[in-house]
Antibody, heavy 122, light 106 residues
Framework: QVQLKETGPDLVQLTQTLSITCTVS????????VHWVRQPPGKGLEWMGA???????DYNSAFKSRLSISRDTSKSQVFLKMNSLQTDDTAKYFC????????????????WGQGVMVTVSS | DTVLTQSPALAVSPGERVTISCRAS??????MHWYQQKPGQQPTLLIY???NLESGVPARFSGSGSGTDFTLTIDPVEADDTATYYC?????????FGGGTKLELK
């Protein structure tokens, strides 16, 4: 059974660093890609970045050098770290599974975690 | 970045047919996907590669289009379809989402 679960703080202070963990089960991080997507309250979805199954990463340039994605395959975890948080970073943060396009073709984000709501407070 | 434009909201009666459109600012070939998101929940994949029904999704849902114009159709609409629907392209980097279409039932 495929599952993704995000864990992280409810509240982060202005200018501080956000750390969120996505723990997956039912599949291997060396076979599937994992992406991060966020959603401000009442707004749409924004792609943040990806951890590729081969260990590489890709980032939305909108986040410039604030964002870092890493993983621990032995623990089936993918990590998001973003620094210099501002109030407009208040959002629900999701991780989502993405089948490898080179193996399965492009299939979209087929499983999502429930998300973690993070509020940036001044 | 590729901008995806969706109508903000639609209201239909149960049993009717509804089409939700998504227009891309540049061609995305057929690398367009559709998601349903109910309040307080995560998005779920409905359609991938413009017209392929994700496993477990009712056949009432269908997708079409290529290039810059795409459509998600629900026929017939049921009460449980009340949700916001997002298109997402993966042809151009970075992947982008439409602003969402909120579907309400009369």
């Amino acid at each position: 059974q495929v599952q993704l679960k995000e864990t992280g703080p409810d509240l982060v202070q202005l200018t501080q660093t956000l750390s969120i963990t996505c723990t997956v089960s039912g599949f291997s991080l060396t076979t599937y890609n994992v992406h991060w997507v966020r959603q401000p309250p009442g707004k749409g979805l924004e792609w943040m970045g990806a951890m590729w199954n081969g260990g590489g990463t890709d980032y939305n340039s909108a986040f410039k050098s604030r964002l870092s994605i890493s993983r621990d395959t032995s623990k089936s975890q993918v990590f998001l770290k973003m620094n210099s948080l501002q109030t407009d970073d208040t959002a629900k943060y999701f991780c989502a599974r993405h089948p490898d396009p080179e193996i399965d073709g492009e299939l979209g984000f087929d499983y999502w975690g429930q998300g973690v709501m993070v509020t940036v407070s001044s | 970045d590729t901008v995806l434009t969706q109508s903000p909201a639609l209201a239909v009666s149960p049993g009717e047919r509804v089409t939700i459109s998504c227009r891309a600012s540049e061609s995305v070939s057929t690398l367009m996907h559709w998601y349903q998101q109910k309040p307080g929940q995560q998005p779920t994949l409905l359609i991938y590669l413009a017209s392929n029904l994700e496993s477990g999704v009712p056949a009432r849902f269908s997708g079409s289009g290529s290039g810059t114009d795409f459509t998600l159709t629900i026929d017939p609409v049921e009460a449980d379809d009340t949700a916001t629907y997002y298109c997402q392209q993966s042809w151009n980097d970075p992947p982008t989402f439409g602003g969402g279409t909120k579907l309400e039932l009369k």
